[in-house]
């Protein structure tokens, strides 16, 4: 099993800011989530939250279960030390992930509270950053 976790306003995908996140549905994204599981032989549980609480829970839930992560943060990415906290307590692989690339957007966006907690980042590859991380987290996976 892998868990997807995507923070605020990500379930707005599609009507959100298109020029910047595209014109797919959150929907979508949890399909292509899905989909790319099964093609990997994993189960793939793709979420949502716009509650910090909630996010946290999911990740200590994965902690707990030592079940890998795939997260995009989405704002809780610049300023979340509750969020950071939780996923330094991880026991699996947890990937960040973001659509855009934050590095070439506002300067606000271009820091992680969370990078140094993950085992990696993928950024800017639209919804195939997902994809991405989920090869990466079932190549670890075969290798640990």
């Known amino acids: 099993m892998i868990l997807v976790l ?54 200590h839930e994965a902690c707990d279960g030592r079940i890998p992560v795939v997260l995009n943060p989405a704002a809780f990415t610049h300023y979340s030390y509750a969020l950071r906290d939780a996923i330094a307590q991880r026991t699996a692989p947890l990937v960040e992930v973001h659509i855009s690339n934050p590095a070439a957007r506002e300067g606000f966006r271009h820091t992680s509270v969370v990078a140094g907690v993950a085992t990696g980042t993928i950024a800017g590859f639209g919804l195939q950053s997902y994809v991405l991380a989920l090869h990466a987290i079932a190549e670890m996976k075969t290798t640990s």
């Open 6 to 59: 995507n923070g605020p306003n990500l379930g707005r995908l599609g009507v959100r800011e298109p020029d910047v996140y595209g014109a797919e549905t959150f929907e979508d994204l949890a399909t292509l989530c899905r989909d790319t599981g099964r093609k990997l032989g994993e189960h793939v549980e793709v979420r949502q939250t716009d509650d910090e609480a909630e996010l946290i829970g999911w990740i």
